[in-house]
């Protein structure tokens, strides 16, 4: 077997290895808390037809696909015709031998094929295939949107199916008003249905929610997508279903060990392509290790962040040690697998200040995301109060502005683009539509990784310890910002597009930005007259102490004298920061 042939699993981890030692200024001994990223790639064989299961072993995908046909999928009617051309679509791309069932939503959900009242899947096969197309099409509209139900029926049908990857595509163009209607409430199925299966979920038409498909997508541990124009919605399908196809690895577990007496494992999620909160189950008895499951890889690069508390008591300054080992399974596989050896998470305690407080640039630019999110959601919730909230809503886009434009994200400032008056103004645009904030909330939810420091940035002192300078290796993620609906509009949504939007403001924040407020300003700060981060705002730059660190003056956090962003409890700006 040469190595071409074998299915590459690769791990490398990122952090600074510093923590400080001494107490915090007000003397209490608080919980230390190491951030490490975890960069985990897959490469399958090239040119292999991965979705092929092994001999023996059945379909390797059992997919669901269910269909909204609420009555408001009839206005217009091209919402229900183009969700019955982009489910015959996925049918006919499955592969003989795929289990696979068609529902269709309301109240509650039936099985459109094999048929009502079906508890098991059809298999693909030509006249299977043609027998599914016809039921399709021949959907109708009517009736309400309770989501929970229709989830609650795909799990059932995929309870019992063997095949490695067990897959959910929803599409809505609703908001699951009549969720009191089900027999179980959405949260209550998304608990039943976490492990059980992945399910990706599309936004079509002009009422969808989407923190609903978000929600249901980060416990799911698949994407919410949407499309601006319904005949979009067939290639979207075609595009999803051969990434499916194209699945290299079922499902991957990352085995996390504490080595280190006091050492806990507080939290673990992925950060990239998107966040998504991972839940431990037992590593099997005995033993300190406990495991979180990713699932269905395809040729991909993903990042997550874990997060431990540990104890420097009886420990020497300078002494790095290793916290915790990260390991990678990769059960049931029938292929050959390479994969990586496990590696350490460490500590290094630290007197210096000026080191513990160096953050790796994975944490912070999760960070930035997070605030960018944030900021967007603030918009949002301010334009929906009309005159009221205007002056709320333009500061919070200001913000969001700001952050894309530090993050160097090139799709998120064209999403933002689409909702700003003009570039550089930090004025949301007039006539805008609930559902282009529907489109902006998604495009803020998805993530990329920072780019590859130079080696010149990363000498002595730089606070990386020897896992590696910066940022995580292999910054250029495929897919990483998701191709689908998520994107921003194109311009003839009004505004200016993203290709425009990226190149009239792209910069440095404060540079690029065109007047954008700071990147994390108070919602209630009057906010026009405040300087972008960096730029020595009102009140002239802060002082640098003799030891070479700047003093935040609302938590009084030390940083290096060139933060741009308090890395304290407060998190805010700092604007006077010495350029």
């Not at 507080?266 to 998107?274: A, G, L």
């Not at 919730?381 to 993050?407: H, I, P, Q, V």
């Not at 400032?413 to 550089?424: D, T, V």
């Amino acid at each position: 077997m040469t190595v071409a042939e074998e299915t590459e699993v690769t791990l490398e981890v990122g952090q600074r290895t510093e923590l400080p030692a001494l107490p915090d200024p007000a003397g209490h001994h608080r919980e230390r808390e190491m951030h490490a990223i975890l960069e985990i790639g897959v490469r399958g064989p090239s040119g292999a037809a991965r979705a092929a299961p092994a001999p023996g072993t059945g379909s390797a995908l059992a997919e669901v696909l269910i269909v909204d046909t609420s009555r408001s999928m009839l206005h217009p009617p091209a919402k229900l015709h183009a969700a019955k051309d982009a489910t015959v679509a996925a049918v006919r791309m499955l592969p003989s031998g795929t289990a696979f069932a068609v529902l269709a939503g309301r109240f509650e959900a039936t099985v459109v094929h094999p048929g009502p009242g079906s508890q098991v899947l059809a298999v693909a096969r030509p006249g299977e295939r043609e027998a599914a197309e016809r039921a399709v099409r021949l959907l109708d509209a009517d009736g309400g949107t309770a989501i929970g139900a229709w989830l609650d029926l795909a799990r059932r049908l995929l309870k019992d199916q063997p095949a490695p990857v067990k897959h959910v595509l929803l599409l809505t163009d609703g908001r699951n008003e009549h969720d009191h209607r089900s027999r179980r409430p959405l949260e209550t199925v998304l608990d039943a249905c976490a492990g059980q299966f992945v399910c990706d979920a599309w936004g079509i038409g002009d009422d969808w929610d989407a923190e609903l498909l978000l929600t249901i997508t980060r416990r799911l541990h698949g994407r919410a997508r949407a499309v601006r124009r319904e005949s979009e919605l067939t290639a979207a399908y075609e595009e999803l279903i051969a990434g499916l196809l194209g699945t290299a690895v079922p499902e991957l577990r990352i085995r996390l060990t504490p080595t280190t007496p006091g050492t806990v494992i507080r939290q673990v999620k992925q950060v990239v392509p998107n966040e998504q909160e991972l839940r431990p189950v037992p590593a099997g008895p005995g033993g300190r290790a406990t495991e979180y499951v990713t699932r269905a890889w395809g040729d991909e690069v993903r990042h997550f962040q874990v997060v431990l508390t540990a104890d420097p008591a009886g420990r020497e300054s300078g002494e790095e040690l290793q916290l915790a080992a990260v390991e990678i399974t990769v059960p049931g596989v029938r292929r050959p697998l390479r994969l990586p050896p496990p590696r350490p998470i460490l500590v290094r305690w630290t007197d210096d200040p000026l080191d513990a407080s160096r953050q790796h640039p994975g944490v912070r630019r999760h960070e930035l995301y997070q605030r960018a999110s944030a900021a967007v959601a603030q918009a949002y919730r301010a334009w929906l109060r009309d005159a009221d909230g205007r002056e709320a809503a333009d500061r919070a886009l200001a913000r969001a502005l700001a952050l894309a434009a530090e993050l160097g994200d090139a799709q998120l400032l064209g999403a933002l683009r689409l909702i700003e008056s003009a570039p550089g103004t930090g004025r949301i645009r007039p006539g805008l539509k609930d559902v282009d904030w529907q489109h902006l909330i998604l495009s803020s939810a998805l993530t990329t990784p920072p780019e590859q420091p130079s080696r010149e940035s990363s000498g002595p002192g730089a606070g990386t310890g020897r896992q590696g300078a910066g940022g995580p290796v292999g910054a250029g993620v495929p897919g990483g910002r998701d191709g689908g609906g998520a994107a921003p509009a194109d311009a003839s949504a009004g505004g200016t597009g993203p290709g425009e939007a990226v190149a009239g403001g792209a910069g440095p924040v404060g540079t690029g930005a065109g007047g954008a407020e700071p990147a994390d300003a108070d919602p209630g700060d009057p906010g026009p007259d405040h300087a972008a981060p960096g730029g020595g705002g009102p009140g002239g730059a802060l002082p640098i102490r003799p030891d070479g660190l700047i003093e935040c003056p609302d938590c009084r956090w030390l940083g290096p004298a060139d933060s741009v962003y308090c890395g304290g409890d407060c998190g805010r700006p700092l604007r006077g920061a010495p350029a």
